[in-house]
């Protein structure tokens, strides 16, 4: 059987951030803190050899480094992440992952206690 598959993997982050451009008095402008939930998903064709689109060890992996980064951080201190809207974040962890997973689709970054979240799609996989 032959096909087009969609894996997710999904981990969570601790952090804390404010959006600079925001008036002064405006709540999104002092620091505030959230827990966010990042999904990742890769399409494509399953391996013969093995039976899977990517090895979720590798996908583990790689994702451990990107939590590391953003848990229990202040996220406008994070190189790429001034404005770290969730739209800026989807982007940011897009653009760490890319090279490494060729077929990467979607990054989904949530703010569930907010009941918001954000998908980010990018296109070409």
């Not at 050899?49 to 201190?77: P, Q």
């Not at 974040?89 to 490494?100: F, G, P, Q």
Request: glycine content about 8%; overall charge negative; aromatic content about 10%.
């Amino acid at each position: 059987m032959t096909g087009n598959f969609e894996i997710t993997k999904s981990f969570t982050f601790e952090a804390a951030h404010h959006f600079p451009q925001m008036g002064e008095g405006h709540p999104y402008a002092r620091i505030h803190g959230h827990s966010f939930q990042v999904e990742v998903t890769i399409k494509g064709d399953r391996d013969a050899d093995h039976g899977w689109v990517v090895d979720f060890d590798e996908v583990d992996r790689t994702l451990s480094g990107l939590r590391d980064t953003l848990c229990h951080n202040y996220l406008n201190e994070i190189d790429g992440l001034q404005n770290p809207s969730l739209e800026n974040i989807a982007i940011w962890i897009a653009e760490k992952l890319k090279d490494n997973f060729p077929g990467l689709a979607y990054v989904t970054v949530k703010r569930p206690t907010c009941g918001e979240a954000c998908t980010y799609s990018l296109g070409s996989a």
